[in-house]
Every structure is written in C-alpha cells, then in structure tokens.
C-alpha cells in the first residue's frame, strides 16, 4: 500500500510538470502560428485576391491542430453555419491557456477580418501583427525559461517525496 502511495505522488508530481510544460508549449505555438498566419494572409491579400475562406484553407495545413480549430471555427462562421457569439464561445473554450485580453483581441481580429477594403484590411493586419508581437516574443521567452524548469522542479519534488516516504 504504502509503495502504491509512493507512485501515485511521484506520479501526480510528474504529471502537473508535464501540464505546466505543455501549457508554456501551447502558448508558445499558438502565437508563432497566429503571427505567421498573418504574414502569409497579407501577402496572399497584397498578391492574390482570392477570398478569405480560400486563403484560410490554404493555410490549414501549415499549422498545429490547436490553430486549425480556430481557422475551422472561423470558416464555420465566415459561412454562416454559427454566429459571432457562438463563434466567440467555441473559441474561449477552446483556447482557455490564453488570457481574457489575448483572446478578446484574437477574436476581434477574426470577427472584423474581410470587412474591410484592400488596403484598410493590410492595415489592420500590420497593427495586429505588431500588436502580437510582443506578446510573442515574451511567450517564447517564458517557454525557454519556465516550462523545462517546471518540469524538473515537479520532477524534483516527487523525487523527493519518493525518498521522504521510503
């Protein structure tokens, strides 16, 4: 019973390591994906003028999984299949590791994308990307410095717990 515990708290330790370490990785990936998204849609937008739901699905195999939940939630409603509120709650459930603000401004990109002109909608593209790249950066950051960290830390602590408890 006791060497059961033992595994069990060791396990639990790893485990919440391993969710610490793959929330700083989801984070990490979504903005990289987002930001080069946006590069790749102004210049289809500059060069090309096929339309959004073309463009989107041109871009959905570039990306990670979690990225095309988005696009294929957006398509849904560029389509008209959901609403913008349905649209809005399908993406903050989806994207619960990003902040109320980060996912307030991702939706309102994605909501007001394709109403604009040409030029007006590159604009909106270029302030949107200048507007995650900070955030970017600092997610990157952040992954590099805490998410290896964290793992060994929990795995470091159930190591210890193991040793406490024999």
């Known amino acids: 019973m006791k060497i059961l515990l033992i595994f069990v708290v060791f396990f639990c330790c790893v485990l919440i390591g391993i969710l610490i370490k793959k929330y700083f990785v989801k984070r990490q990936n979504f903005f990289c994906d987002l930001h080069t998204f946006c590069e790749n849609l102004s210049s289809d937008i500059s060069y090309n003028n096929e339309k959004l739901s073309i463009i989107i699905n ?3 195999s570039l990306f990670n999984a979690d990225i095309n939940l988005l696009f294929n939630s957006f398509n849904n409603y560029l389509a008209g ?9 399908s993406f903050n459930q989806k994207f619960y590791y990003l902040t109320e603000k980060e996912r307030t401004e991702v939706v309102n990109f994605f909501i007001n994308l ?13 302030n949107f990307v200048n507007l995650i ?3 970017k950066k600092e997610v990157i950051e952040k992954n590099k410095k805490f998410s290896s960290l964290y ?3 929990f ?3 159930g190591i210890i717990f193991v040793i406490i408890f024999i």
Not at 81 to 89: G, H, S
Not at 116 to 121: H, I, Q, R
């Open 58 to 60: 041109k871009n959905l």
């Open 81 to 89: 299949q959901i609403t913008a509120q349905e649209f809005i709650k």
């Open 114 to 126: 394709g109403s604009f002109a040409k030029e007006e909608e590159l604009q909106k593209i270029f």
């Open 133 to 135: 790249n900070p955030i």
């Open 151 to 153: 793992f060994k830390l």
């Open 155 to 157: 795995l470091f602590l």
